[in-house]
C-alpha cells in the first residue's frame, strides 16, 4: 500500500500556502495531516482535497521545556485547532505571548499559516509546520 499523500508532499503545499487532506471516498471523512488511511473508516479510497486555513482553537499548551534544537525558542503555545471541514490539526499558535495563555483561547477563530521548523537528529531536516494566528 503506498501514501496517496506523503508528508513530504503536504509539507511542500504548505510552503505554497495549501491545507492538503485527504478526503475518503466510502465516509467522506476528512483526514489531515496525512495518514495511509481514513482515520474514521480505515477506507483506503482517498482523494486529496485542499482545505481552508480557519478553524477554531480546541485546546493547548504551553511548552516550557522545549526538544533538542528548539530550546531557544521556549516558551511557546501548541495549539489543537479543528478545521471548518471538521479534522483537528496541532501547530504553534504564534500570536500571543505564552505568558498570557489563558482559557480564553478556547473557541478562538484562527488562520493558518506555515513555517519552517529546523530539523534535528530524529528528523530528515528542515520541514513546514502549520502555525495559528488569530482570525
Known sequence: MEYKLTFKEYAKALTK????GLKCKGCDNITTPPKMT???CGGTDLDIVELSKRGKIVTFTVVN?????RQNEAPYIIALVKLDQGPWIM????????ARASMDLIDKEVTIGFRVFPGDRFSP???ARPVFSFA
Open 38 to 40: 481514513c482515520q474514521e
Open 91 to 98: 501547530g504553534n499558535l504564534i500570536d500571543i505571548d505564552p
Open 125 to 127: 531536516g528542515d520541514q
Open 17 to 20: 500556502g495549501k491545507l492538503l
Open 65 to 69: 521545556v522545549a526538544p533538542e534544537g
